[in-house]
Structures are given as structure tokens and as C-alpha cells.
T-cell receptor, first 111, second 114 residues
Framework: QKEVEQDPGPLSVPEGAIVSLNCTYS??????FMWYRQYSRKGPELLMY????GNKEDGRFTAQVDKSSKYISLFIRDSQPSDSATYLC???????????FGPGTRLSVLP | EAGVAQSPRYKIIEKRQSVAFWCNPI?????LYWYQQILGQGPKLLIQ????????DSQLPKDRFSAERLKGVDSTLKIQPAKLEDSAVYLC????????????FGEGSWLTVV
């Protein structure tokens, strides 16, 4: 079993749809959970991060962490064509060590 | 604030040749990372520096890869000799702290080995 798993997609949705992106993980030591967005031929950029379990909202983006299930999600409301990118989840332990990325989900939002 | 700078952006070399990538982190960032991202995969950490000391190089193929960070600022990553499976994007990142929520990436150096 890989340490972090993520559905690679591609995921295609119409503009305005609600998008749900998910990751599962196996290491119970992970405490920090991040979502990065990576446009084609660009480096990843940090979208959101959360500590431990719970929800965090930022504009159209909501991150959820369920540590009991070892499952994290990113929701995108009112998706736009500009949201078309690869979304990478990442996580680390309490000390910033063992920082691991998921393989990424490629999202296409169709106008 | 200037971001993480990397060069060259694109490089094509033949197998068994050597290549070097350069990175200039965000000013004041003590931590510098080199990641390898193969197409369709997430970035994999190759080496992490704290100032000019190595924190983690457990996944660096030391028989062919080397990295240094002179004076705790710029860094170079070298591959010699290159193999076909080294074709990937090499991402440099820097951080102002030890936690993942402070990591900023450059745009990457795209290597094709033929």
C-alpha cells in the first residue's frame, strides 16, 4: 500500500459544478495536510493547509480532514475553467518531517 | 517578493551525459528542497538543506546525483551520468520554516534524457 493515494483522474466537470478531490493515507503520524494546485509546466502552489482534523474554508475552496478514517478532501464550489489543473495533496508529521505528496488528480473544468 | 528561481527551464541530453540545475531560493528562506517529479506522479523529495547542511538525502541516488548549497543560499543539483529514467521535472523549493505549509516551489527544470 502506498503511503498516500489519490485518484489520478482525469476528472472532467462542467463549469459551475462542485468538485470533490480526495486522498487517503496510511501513516497515522501525519498532522499537517496541504493541497497544492499545479498548472501545466508550472511548479505546485499551495492552496490550503489544515492541522489535524476539521474543516477549513477559503473562498470557493473547502478542505476537510478526517483523521479517524485517514481521509482528506478538497471541495471546489462554482468551478471555473481556470481551476483546470492537477491537484496534489501533501502531508507531514508534527515536525515537518516525512513530507509526502500524493500522485495528483488532473481536473478539467469545461466551459 | 521574488519567487524561487530555477535554470535552465528545459534541457535535453543524451544518456550518460551530465547536467546541472541551479536554484536561487526566496530571500531569507533557510530551508531548500530539490524534488523530482516524473510525469503523472507527485513530487518526490531528493534532498533537503537547512542553511548549508543536509537534513535529508535518503532518496537521493548518490551514485549519480549530487547537490550542494553554497553559503546557505543558491544550490545546484547535478546528475552524472544521466539515465533515461532521469527524465523528469526537477523542482526546487524553499521554506521559511520546517512545516509544509510554508513551502514555495519554483517553476521547475524539465529534463529529457534521450
Amino acid at each position: 500500500q502506498k503511503e498516500v493515494e489519490q485518484d489520478p483522474g482525469p476528472l472532467s466537470v462542467p463549469e459551475g459544478a462542485i468538485v470533490s478531490l480526495n486522498c487517503t493515507y496510511s501513516n497515522s503520524a501525519f498532522q499537517y495536510f496541504m493541497w497544492y494546485r499545479q498548472y501545466s509546466r508550472k511548479g505546485p502552489e499551495l492552496l490550503m493547509y489544515t492541522y489535524s482534523s476539521g474543516n477549513k474554508e477559503d473562498g470557493r475552496f473547502t478542505a476537510q480532514v478526517d483523521k479517524s478514517s485517514k481521509y482528506i478532501s478538497l471541495f471546489i464550489r462554482d468551478s471555473q475553467p481556470s481551476d483546470s489543473a492537477t491537484y496534489l495533496c501533501a502531508m507531514s508529521d508534527n515536525y515537518g518531517q516525512n513530507f509526502v505528496f500524493g500522485p495528483g488528480t488532473r481536473l478539467s473544468v469545461l466551459p | 517578493e521574488a519567487g524561487v528561481a530555477q535554470s535552465p527551464r528545459y534541457k535535453i541530453i543524451e544518456k550518460r551525459q551530465s547536467v546541472a540545475f541551479w536554484c536561487n531560493p526566496i530571500s531569507g528562506h533557510a530551508t531548500l528542497y530539490w524534488y523530482q517529479q516524473i510525469l503523472g506522479q507527485g513530487p518526490k523529495l531528493l534532498i533537503q538543506f537547512q542553511n548549508n547542511g543536509v537534513v535529508d538525502d535518503s532518496q537521493l541516488p548518490k551514485d549519480r546525483f549530487s547537490a550542494e548549497r553554497l553559503k546557505g543560499v543558491d544550490s545546484t543539483l547535478k546528475i552524472q551520468p544521466a539515465k533515461l529514467e532521469d527524465s523528469a521535472v526537477y523542482l526546487c523549493a524553499s521554506s521559511s520554516g520546517p512545516l509544509g505549509n510554508t513551502i514555495y516551489f519554483g517553476e521547475g527544470s524539465w529534463l529529457t534524457v534521450v
